[in-house]
């Protein structure tokens, strides 16, 4: 599994040398966007959101049945 993880990167590296070699303007938050990183490793561990969805479920469900 590491060999298989350090292709990986080695790939993603590759990748991103060729995109900033080719690029008239590369841009940072092609290669490697941190905000977007951490929003994702926030929406894993934040519990709060599934509750947020089943009340807006509640709520969709209370508006249809109201004008159905």
Do not use: C, H
């Amino acid at each position: 599994m590491a060999k298989i993880d350090r292709q990986e990167e080695q790939a993603v590296q590759l990748f991103n040398q060729r995109y900033v070699d080719n690029a008239k303007k590369p841009k940072m938050k092609k290669i490697f966007d941190r905000a977007k990183l951490e929003r994702s490793v926030k929406n894993i561990f934040e519990t709060g959101q599934d509750k947020r969805k089943s009340e807006r479920r509640r709520l969709y469900d209370r508006v249809r049945k109201a004008f159905s």
